[in-house]
């Protein structure tokens, strides 16, 4: 089933199409004082093309066609201006950097940033919510019980944008089943909440979902791009630690980097590597950040904003142990503590970690927190995880990747 979120995600990028072309006609217009004719645009056309599509680009990386943008517009004006901004600067670089088009519009863009940005707000938190409300709501008949099924039709039935209304199977007289469509619980769930219903994981679907085996050529690009990344990561990593070390001695003694005995795949152990961001490097401990007496310091609470933390492993990457794109792999001490409280734990191992996963793009933690830091947030972590070992492909990699340069880069939160 394709729910009304997804075709409200086709909706907005094709209303953003239409704005940004609209907004570059008024500019024209109010420039040169007259209705731009044909051979008025055609300078134009070829350059502000490249650039449409590199604005959607920082759309799609800032999550503005994602589920909960569509389904909750109220959500969108702070993602939207900063996602605008963001945008300026790319169109100053490109007009004045990449000299290959012969134009450098100076008024023009300097208008066409202001006619757009009104347009793409007037589109958006205007005429947007107005036209992407069905006008009437289908019952249909939810097949499923248990927590996981009311939290499903709380949120469906919750919101009209979804267009359908969730009548449960348990309350409804056996003579009227027959009118209703139906739609099975567990495939419902995954499609609204891009995760998998914990409660209805068994062998069998391990067996089927979790562990076929990858393509020969999902492995080899995969791997390739892994290199890439990772020697981008290092060169970073050489660029940034002489200012993280001097940052460093300013707060206190410390070594620079870490290394941590975390778990790889199929739980084989391997040392990462990391820079420091905490008083002490428990590498073994099986201690939430909360538990002890360590704690986050201030050049580590940076480090951490940005992930550049997490950089030090491109000698993971390279070698091999880690991958780019994966589930987030745990220190060894607490990972052990998982295993034994939630079942099936370990089959997040069945693929290559990685350093971003689908979890981390997804999951929104308590407030202060960057990663899981209890049992609870851990299960919901659990289920991002085994829906991208579900979906995996080079495609959920591509869209993990530009929402992690969303998060490194915006800070917004996961909506």
Excluded: C
Aim: net charge positive; no cysteine.
């Amino acid at each position: 089933m394709i729910i009304v979120g997804r075709r409200s995600s086709l909706l907005l990028l094709a209303g953003d199409v239409a704005a940004f072309a609209v907004a570059l006609y008024l500019t024209l217009w109010l420039r040169h004082g007259a209705l731009p004719s044909m051979g008025s645009l055609a300078p134009y056309a070829l350059p502000f093309a490249f650039l449409f599509l590199l604005w959607l680009i920082v759309f799609y990386a800032t999550g503005l066609y994602g589920k909960r943008f569509a389904l909750f517009p109220s959500r969108m004006p702070d993602a939207l201006l900063g996602a605008h901004i963001t945008n300026t600067v790319l169109a100053v670089i490109f007009f004045f950097l990449v000299p290959a088009f012969g134009i450098a519009p100076k008024t023009i863009l300097a208008l066409y940033v202001v006619v757009s940005l009104a347009f793409i707000f007037l589109w958006r938190l205007t005429l947007y919510p107005r036209v992407s409300i069905p006008r009437a709501r289908e019952r249909v008949l939810l097949i499923g019980e248990g927590a996981e099924a009311q939290e499903l039709m709380s949120e469906v039935n919750g919101n009209p944008r979804y267009g359908i209304e969730l009548v449960p199977h348990s309350s409804t007289h056996q003579s009227v089943l027959s009118t209703y469509p139906a739609v099975a619980f567990e495939e419902f769930y995954e499609e609204v909440f891009d995760r998998i219903p914990l409660s209805r994981l068994d062998r069998t679907w391990f067996l089927e979902h979790a562990s076929a085996a990858d393509s020969a050529y999902y492995i080899i690009i995969k791997r390739v791009i892994d290199i890439i990344g990772g020697l981008l990561m290092g060169l970073v990593t050489l660029l940034i630690a002489p200012f993280a070390f001097i940052a460093n001695r300013f707060e206190g003694k410390g070594a620079l980097f870490i290394r941590q005995e975390r778990f790889g795949l199929r739980g084989a152990r391997i040392m990462a590597y990391k820079f420091r961001s905490m008083t002490k490097n428990l590498s073994a401990s099986g201690e939430w950040m909360h538990e002890g007496e360590n704690r986050v310091t201030k050049v580590g609470a940076f480090l951490r904003q940005t992930s550049l933390d997490e950089f030090p492993q491109f000698i993971n990457v390279l070698r091999g142990e880690l991958s780019l794109v994966g589930p987030r792999n745990d220190i060894v001490g607490l990972g052990e503590r998982l295993r034994r409280e939630l079942p099936y734990y370990d089959a997040r191992y069945v693929v290559k970690p990685g350093i971003t996963g689908w979890a981390q793009i997804n999951q929104q933690y308590e407030q202060g927190n960057l990663s899981p830091q209890s049992v609870e947030e851990t299960k919901m972590r659990l289920a991002y995880d085994f829906y991208y070992l579900k979906h995996r492909s080079l495609g959920l990699d591509l869209i993990i990747a530009l929402k992690t340069i969303k998060r490194m880069f915006f800070r917004v939160s996961s909506w």
